[in-house]
């Protein structure tokens, strides 16, 4: 059972637009930045959102994040069938002291 | 470029113990604090510690707490984890993985990952 809950599966077409969304808590994401990775098949998770909304150098504007409250929410617009991956959310804890993850959201472009 | 390799997972019995290591090229090492992550067969991403950039500050998460313990060598650009009293739980997947200069609970360099089976 993870801190933060995803949903398991999402699809769209390729050229599309999807949302993922990540629910916390005020102890997680209700006082801190959300972060979220994506992990290709057979691969290591890459930072593709920090601070809720920023993206590292190198990551395609149609990759977004957002914050409200306690949730946030990955968006990715013009899919490829070359996003199909899995996507996590991750945050700082202050009750637990630590980073905790959401269970993964697992995109399939159709 | 940017690189992180872990080395020394394997199989190991319940009960028993581990070394992971992680060589660290391409930055300096010594400036950033460092995490380690695991993944469960098929299953999600679960921190596991953190180690600040000069050791003086480390956190565990409660499941490896009093068995794990993260350590690093600036001199040696090698971060460390030492798995003591391994459960069949601890299978995984484990990276090694950079905190970026924006803040500690993040993780912008991954590395491939070492495979730890506990199995009897």
């Known amino acids: 059972q993870s801190v933060l809950t995803q949903p398991p599966s999402v699809s769209a077409a390729p050229g599309q637009k999807v949302t993922i969304s990540c629910s916390g808590s005020n102890s997680n994401i209700g006082n801190n930045y959300v972060s979220w990775y994506q992990q290709l098949p057979g691969t290591a998770p890459k930072l593709l959102i920090y601070?809720?909304?920023k993206r590292p150098s190198g990551i395609p504007d149609r990759f977004s994040g957002s914050k409200s409250g306690t949730s946030g929410t990955l968006g990715i617009t013009g899919l490829q069938t070359g996003d199909e991956a899995d996507y996590y959310c991750g945050t700082w804890d202050s009750s637990l002291s630590g980073v905790v993850f959401g269970g993964g959201t697992k995109l399939t472009v159709l | 470029q940017v690189q992180l390799v872990e080395s020394g997972g394997g199989v190991v019995q319940p009960g028993g113990s581990l070394r992971l290591s992680c060589a660290a090229s391409?930055?300096?090492?010594?400036?950033?604090?460092m995490h380690w992550v695991r993944q469960a067969p098929g299953k999600g991403l679960e921190w596991v510690a953190f180690i600040r950039y000069d050791g003086s500050y480390i956190l565990y998460a409660d499941s490896v707490k009093g068995r794990f313990t993260i350590s690093r060598d600036n001199s040696k650009n090698t971060l460390f984890l030492q798995m003591n009293s391994l459960r069949t739980e601890d299978t995984s997947v484990y990276y090694c993985?950079?905190?970026?200069?924006?803040?500690?609970?993040?993780?912008?360099?991954w590395g491939q990952g070492t495979m730890v089976i506990v199995s009897s």
């Open positions: 993985a950079k905190v970026p200069h924006w803040g500690m609970s993040d993780f912008d360099v």
């Open positions: 601070d809720n909304n």
């Open positions: 391409g930055f300096t090492f010594s400036s950033f604090g």
